[in-house]
């Protein structure tokens, strides 16, 4: 049995990757750059981009399962979504699992209309986005500077994303489901903070901002904030960074009970608890500290 994993070199393909292995799979990982993927011995590492369906027939080749992702370069959703799950069902591919991006694209619709046995993944907050979004800004100032300090969240680790997408690739019972992915715990932007400075044992602060500060600073043209949100909104639809900025606001200080809800997914699936935040921030410790490398 092959298992080929798109996007396979990001945050959570990693980790499906390594939850395929310790689960005995053979595992091909497709990879833009091949050179550069470091991922671990007795992975086949294929060159291919998602957004080219006609160069992957020899990714697709002897494949019985496969992890799609629903966007391309720059977090844009997949225009070739029909193509993509064409080739598929030529190969033979039996299961499918897709990990969701902000938005819906050709791919979804695809899936559902196929004969694949697809099951859709729908993380709503990353763990690991934490390290782009506040690493610098706290390994260089101690703080991060941001409106609404107490959004709620219940970010999900990356880890155990990667082990839910094994588990339904490796087993039956998944077929037509659809699973949100969330952490144990609905947490506050300012108790995320917290939680980094007791795992550091630095000095940490959540710094809030007021609408009309976060306006003035973030508004300006080359100077985006390092929120993957952001960086998210404005490679899928262009928007110009005040629009961005308005959206960004309201999305932060809207109540939104789908953003909140926590749901029993992970352990459902991985057959475990999902891990804590206080773990998360335990194991990526170092990357908040101002000696590393980053």
């Not at 091909?28 to 027939?57: C, I, K, N, Q, S």
């Not at 029909?82 to 080739?87: E, W």
């Amino acid at each position: 049995m092959t298992v080929l994993v798109t996007g396979a070199t990001g945050t959570v393909g990693r980790q499906v990757v390594r939850h395929l292995l310790e689960r005995g799979r053979k595992v091909r990982a497709l990879t833009r750059d091949p050179g550069r993927a470091v991922l671990p011995h007795g992975v086949e590492v294929v060159a291919g981009d998602l957004t080219d369906a006609a160069g992957l027939e020899a990714a697709f080749d002897g494949v019985t399962a496969v992890h799609l992702i629903n966007f391309g370069v720059g977090y844009r959703p997949l225009a070739n979504g029909r193509d993509i799950v064409a080739l598929a069902e030529r190969a033979g591919v039996g299961k499918a699992t897709v990990l969701g991006g902000w938005q819906e694209g050709t791919l979804e619709p695809a899936v559902r209309a196929s004969g694949l046995e697809w099951t859709f993944l729908r993380p709503l907050q990353f763990m690991a986005n934490f390290l782009n979004d506040w690493g610098e800004s706290l390994r260089t100032t101690g703080r991060v500077r941001e409106p609404y300090g107490d959004r709620q969240s219940p970010p999900v680790d990356e880890y155990d994303i990667g082990a839910v997408a094994a588990a339904v690739l490796t087993q039956d019972g998944h077929g037509g489901r659809s699973y949100h992915l969330t952490g144990p715990e609905v947490l506050t932007a300012r108790r995320m903070v917290a939680i980094i400075a007791e795992a550091t044992g630095r000095d940490l602060r959540f710094e809030e901002l007021t609408p009309d500060q976060v306006r003035r600073e973030w508004s300006v043209p080359g100077r985006r904030p390092p929120l993957s949100l952001f960086r998210a909104f404005a490679e899928i639809d262009g928007t110009d960074e005040a629009d961005l900025v308005e959206s960004l606001l309201r999305m932060y200080g809207t109540p939104n009970e789908y953003a909140t809800r926590l749901t029993d997914h992970v352990e459902q699936v991985a057959g475990r608890p999902p891990r804590t935040f206080a773990q998360w921030a335990a194991e990526h410790a170092r990357h908040f500290l101002p000696t590393d490398p980053r």
